[in-house]
């Protein structure tokens, strides 16, 4: 199986939540549809993370948080996305569990839990990265 990485045009990145949202309403997605949503997640996680920025300047921290974990929950979709690479289109009841996994923010935290026990497991203290997109 091949997979073809596609660089968004700037028009192409204006694609709104709207469009994201449309994505994850069919049964089954296709290849370039799956590269798009990996694509929208990682750029709405961006824009979540820059407005959780905002506030939390502003000592809005709840709300920044807020906004922090539901970024986090989009950074957990592209991994996520990949499995549907794997799974045959007319495999109904596999592209209804993949579904149903996508849109659970328990499963999307639960990725995003499973890689800080491994990080803690570094045995680090305190380990920060900084996410710098240039698109």
Same mark, same amino acid.
């Given at each position: 199986?091949?997979? !073809?990485?596609?660089?968004?045009?700037?028009?192409?990145?204006? !694609?709104?939540?709207?469009?994201?949202?449309?994505?994850?309403?069919?049964?089954?997605?296709d290849?370039?549809?799956?590269? %798009?949503?990996?694509?929208?997640?990682?750029?709405?996680?961006?824009e979540?993370?820059e407005?959780?920025e905002?506030?939390?300047?502003?000592?809005?921290?709840?709300?920044?948080?807020?906004?922090?974990?539901?970024a986090?929950?989009?950074?957990?979709?592209?991994?996520?996305?990949?499995?549907?690479?794997?799974?045959?289109?007319?495999?109904?009841?596999?592209?209804?569990?993949?579904?149903?996994?996508?849109? %659970?923010?328990?499963?999307?935290?639960?990725?995003? %839990?499973?890689?800080?026990?491994?990080?803690?497991?570094?045995g680090? %203290?305190?380990i920060?990265?900084?996410?710098?997109?240039?698109?």
């Amino acid at each position: 199986m091949k997979v !073809k990485i596609i660089v968004a045009t700037p028009e192409e990145e204006a !694609k709104s939540a709207k469009d994201l949202n449309s994505l994850f309403r069919e049964n089954y997605i296709d290849d370039a549809q799956i590269a %798009s949503a990996m694509h929208l997640s990682f750029c709405n996680a961006v824009e979540l993370l820059e407005e959780a920025e905002l506030l939390f300047e502003r000592k809005r921290y709840a709300r920044a948080f807020g906004l922090a974990v539901l970024a986090l929950e989009e950074l957990a979709k592209p991994p996520l996305l990949l499995n549907a690479l794997f799974i045959e289109k007319g495999d109904q009841k596999t592209w209804q569990a993949f579904w149903k996994a996508l849109h %659970s923010h328990q499963h999307k935290q639960g990725v995003w %839990s499973a890689y800080g026990k491994r990080l803690a497991g570094c045995g680090k %203290s305190s380990i920060r990265h900084e996410f710098v997109y240039a698109g």
